[in-house]
């Protein structure tokens, strides 16, 4: 009996070695890149310069707490908008700025706006370097006053993006229907 | 074969008067070695006048009529090595003889052959096995009634039994109890699956000895022994697969050192690597994996004790169908409402390239198991164990210049004592106490889904069975105590601590009707703790497209199982049928929870762990019919129905009912091919329908009428599969060499399995053919060489 205490202490003198072996070093990178906030930038073209900014935030990702602000879109009727979108990770300090890295690799991201009930036109989405849509900047041009939503879907396709792809293509990172008035 | 004598115990002579006439008596007892136990129909042979003579209930055996003289002495029973030995008698002569055990010579004593088994295991080994090699452990198990596979994907396998997994099925490997993340649907047992030389599974009840929470049941791996006789030896079994070219491996190589000190040692390892599988229409995009795993056991074996060390590692990397990553609801039902995966992903040919998404694990176990000899009564076994498994889930990067770190890091060390003394001394009862512990510390990096925790595990157990006629009972109690703490987030909150403790039991009795036919009934009850998944997870499970949430204040689960079985073992017919009703208390399980949540990639349904009362019945037949000497007909039927008792609905993710048959051709043997035979088979199973009727997902009609249901899409469509199987074992230079051909879904047939979490995006594997080869050979099996 005595004997296999000693080897039972052996044994975990042996693994432990290994697990020093293969213990993990204390500082890590970032688990992956968390969107926390989508934040939209609208510019009122030719206007005051008046900028409004509406935005959706959930710290802790998917599940855990339900997201903590998401502002509807409210835009005045039959004007029109240079709008930017901002993809942040604000669960890290200092704030991760996403929007550059789908910026950079744009070949493999794209953007989408689909309107429902929302009397709203967005056109002039920017490309990527390969000419395609990316949509990281948009122009909004409101008709009469409505209410509904604008969904706002950013894919990822890595090495599939083409011309003319359907919403259904890739994985989705990002869906938003985001409540929408022109008032 | 050189035979040693060193066991005997009782050598009893008589030496009374010389005699010369041939009126002289031999007699004596012959017992096994390893278990004490009496051996019956034992038979002793006097191979110089060929006299025969049986030993009887008592293991007595008695030659009359003998002239004084020399003889040479063979004694064999079906079990035990033989045994050769020499007698000088001139006058009566009378010895007890102990049998060294051919299969159980390090091992703990479990069933005997000439025992009535109250507890009867389905056990796969020999030919049987090697006609799996190369596959998972999960895959290896599946065609035993009553044990299904949840499957995700084409390399991830669970074993499930009467439906239950995960946490409710206990895997014991090499006799330690697995410790891996075993609460994963899709964490596959970290097991080699070539390292076995026997895998059994027990249903229901017998489990005791192995823990209190197996309620679904018990998964037995068990290693070859080591080996026995002095020399080296060893053998290579190479597989390969055709659909996702697949090559497995597998090599053994033991050795026995010295004849009289019996150091023995055995290495084993596994190379196995595959591709992409291709469906009948379509290669599955990233679906190839990879295994490298080694082992090796040294055993030291004197007369009174005998020591084992054994140290084996796993590794293995496994490719996640990039099909069946999604982002979001959306992307899920497109993916659902596409028969076949997009063009992109399907347009993809054969590669053993593993991209992300896939999952990277690691499994370590180190053993030293002792037993000391209590005389002619029992045996003790001692046996430490240290488990560590690590467990990498990478999944798509979001950028290419994303960092190469996996998103989830889960690994778990469990240090674990058993100390159990096996005793044997009485004539009609033996039994098994013993007293258990573990500690176990869980950590995690990076993404949470559970908690970093340490438990602490104890359990005291006794289980005794009578043999009386024709009558065996048998019955266990076990009390086990569990305690989760230390539980936090890598944010420094902290969760409850938990304890939780009860008792186990079982009582079982089979009663032998005739020589081929018994019948047994069992009766347990067992607890299982909440596990920490079920107790803390909180997040987005992204292969099942929901949020899960734990929930602290869970209870334990009761399950009071009933098992009949009804095993006939007669000339033309084998019959084994087994029916069983076990009702979980407690029972805990995912419940829909109104409304949707909302996170950044849209609303996903959420489900919170929560508790019913549970029923599960069926009953699994396996029928064999012998038409002749040649041909062989076998049936398989697996039939579960498991319900929600508080709700009186049907509960999700049950395996249909399952049917296989199969036809043997059996030649004659020849010379250089023996056991040649030819095999089909058959497998038909069901749509599963029996589900529940609503749940929290929302679904959309083609008509845009929308209706709530518990599942995303309906299960699958019933299926059929038809395969064959051809197999012979060439002897050459006296050596055994198995060649097996088998070819799976030989008809191409496009179909799903509800139990494969994948049905949503892609179909199962299209035909494949495996061809299998076993070539044992020898280093040294001279023992006069190594003798020195």
């Not at chain 1, 000419?131 to 409505?146: F, R």
């Not at chain 2, 999700?652 to 088979?681: C, H, S, W």
Request: net charge positive; charged share 20%.
């Amino acid at each position: 009996m005595k004997k296999s205490f000693s080897k039972f202490a052996l044994a975990l003198l042996m693994v432990g070695t290994l697990l020093s072996g293969c213990e993990k070093d204390a500082e890590e990178p970032n688990e992956e890149e968390l969107i926390t906030t989508v934040r939209l930038t609208f510019t009122e073209v030719g206007g005051a310069g008046t900028v409004s900014t509406f935005t959706f935030k959930d710290l802790d990702g998917e599940g855990g707490a339900a997201p903590s602000v998401f502002n509807d879109i409210v835009l005045a009727p039959s004007k029109s908008y240079n709008m930017s979108i901002a993809l942040l990770n604000e669960s890290v300090s200092p704030v991760e700025d996403i929007t550059t890295e789908v910026s950079n690799e744009g070949n493999d991201h794209q953007i989408y706006y689909v309107t429902s009930g929302a009397n709203v036109t967005i056109s002039n989405l920017n490309n990527d370097a390969a000419g395609l849509p990316l949509g990281l900047t948009s122009t909004w041009t409101t008709g009469t006053a409505s209410t509904g939503n604008v969904t706002i879907t950013l894919k990822h396709k890595p090495g599939v993006k083409a011309a003319g792809d359907a919403i259904t293509k890739g994985d989705t990172d990002i869906q938003l229907a985001w409540p929408t008035r022109v008032q | 074969m050189l035979i040693r004598i060193t066991t005997l115990l009782v050598s009893v002579f008589i030496s009374l008067s010389l005699q010369s006439q041939c009126t002289l008596q031999y007699a004596g007892k012959i017992t096994d070695g390893d278990t004490k136990e009496i051996l019956k129909g034992a038979v002793v042979t006097l191979k110089d006048v060929g006299v025969k003579a049986l030993t009887d209930s008592n293991g007595n055996f008695m030659i009359k009529g003998l002239c004084a003289g020399h003889y040479d002495v063979i004694i064999s029973h079906v079990g035990c090595q033989p045994l050769l030995t020499h007698i000088h008698i001139n006058d009566d002569y009378e010895k007890w003889y102990e049998l060294p055990h051919a299969v159980n010579q390090l091992e703990a004593v479990k069933v005997m052959s000439h025992n009535i088994n109250v507890v009867n295991p389905t056990e796969i080994k020999g030919a049987q096995l090697d006609a799996l090699k190369g596959l998972s452990l999960g895959e290896t198990i599946k065609n035993i009634p009553g044990v299904s596979l949840l499957q995700t994907g084409t390399n991830i396998y669970k074993p499930a039994i009467h439906g239950l997994h995960s946490s409710r099925v206990l895997i014991i490997n090499n006799g330690i109890r697995q410790e891996g993340q075993q609460w994963g649907n899709e964490h596959a047992p970290e097991i080699d699956a070539n390292l076995a030389s026997r895998i059994s599974v027990i249903k229901g009840a017998g489990t005791i000895r192995y823990g209190g929470d197996a309620i679904g049941g018990v998964v037995l791996v068990e290693p070859k022994l080591l080996r026995l006789v002095p020399g080296i030896g060893g053998e290579v079994n190479v597989a390969a697969f055709s659909n996702n070219r697949q090559l497995s491996i597998a090599g053994i190589l033991d050795g026995n050192l010295t004849k009289n000190n019996a150091i023995s040692w055995r290495l084993q390892g596994t190379i196995k690597k595959g591709g992409n599988s291709k469906t009948p229409q379509y290669w599955l995009d990233n679906s190839g994996l990879e295994e490298y795993n080694f082992s090796a056991a040294v055993g030291y074996k004197k007369t009174n004790w005998s020591s084992e060390l054994f140290y084996s590692q796993f590794n293995t990397k496994l490719g996640i169908f990039s099909g069946a990553h999604i982002g979001n609801l959306t992307d899920l039902m497109t993916a659902i409402n596409s028969t076949t995966p997009p063009d992109y992903i399907t347009n993809v040919g054969f590669t053993y390239r593993i991209d992300r998404p896939y999952q990277k694990v690691q499994h370590h176990l180190l053993k030293s198991k002792t037993l000391l000899s209590t005389g002619a009564i029992g045996r003790i076994n001692v046996t430490a164990s240290f488990q560590y498994n690590n467990r990498l889930e990478y999944d798509k990067k979001r950028f290419q210049s994303s960092e190469d770190v996996p998103q989830l890091d889960l690994s778990i060390a469990t240090a674990g004592l058993d100390i159990i003394w096996d005793y044997f001394g009485h004539k009609k009862m033996k039994g098994t106490v013993g007293l258990v512990g573990s500690f176990q510390d869980n950590q995690y990096s990076r993404r949470l889904f559970i908690p970093n925790y340490q438990s602490v595990n104890g359990g005291g157990f006794i289980t005794n069975k009578w043999t009386i006629s024709k009558w065996a009972i048998e019955y266990g109690m076990r009390y086990d105590y569990r305690k989760i703490f230390n539980t936090t987030d890598n944010a420094g909150n902290r969760f409850s601590s938990g304890i939780y403790s009860s008792l186990s039991g079982s009582l079982g009795a089979a009663y032998v009707i005739n020589s081929t036919t018994k019948l047994s009934l069992n009766a347990s009850t067992a607890w299982r703790s909440p596990n920490v998944n079920e107790l803390y997870s909180d997040g987005l499970h992204h292969g099942a497209a929901r949020i899960e949430k734990g929930n602290a204040n869970l209870q334990p689960e009761r399950a009071n199982t009933f098992l009949s079985e009804l095993n006939i073992n007669a000339e033309k017919w084998t019959i084994e049928t087994g029916a069983y009703f076990k009702y979980i208390k407690n029972f805990i399980f995912l419940q829909p929870s109104y409304p949707p949540q909302l996170t950044i990639r849209g609303a996903f349904p959420a489900f919170i762990f929560s508790q019913t009362n549970a029923a599960l019945y069926g009953f699994d037949v396996s029928l064999g019919y012998n038409v002749s000497h040649h041909l062989q007909v076998n049936t398989k039927t697996s039939i579960l129905r498991a319900m929600n008792k508080r709700t009186d609905e049907w509960l999700i993710q049950m395996p249909a009912d399952r049917y296989q048959g199969e036809v043997t051709y059996t030649f004659n043997n020849r010379t250089l091919f023996k056991e040649t035979y030819m095999r089909l088979t058959a497998q038909a199973v069901n749509q599963q329908k029996r589900i529940p009727k609503t749940g929290p997902i929302e679904i959309s009609r083609p008509d845009g009428s929308i209706y709530y249901a518990a599942d995303y899409a309906p299960p699958p469509q019933a299926y059929f599969l038809l395969g064959a199987e051809v197999g012979t074992t060439l002897s050459l230079h006296r050596k055994d060499y198995s060649i097996i051909i088998s070819a799976s879904n030989l008809l191409n047939h496009v179909y799903r399995d509800y139990m494969n979490a994948f049905r949503y995006y892609a179909d199962e594997m299209g035909r494949y053919i495996a061809i299998r080869i076993k070539v044992p050979f020898a280093v040294n099996n001279n023992p006069k060489n190594k003798n020195k």
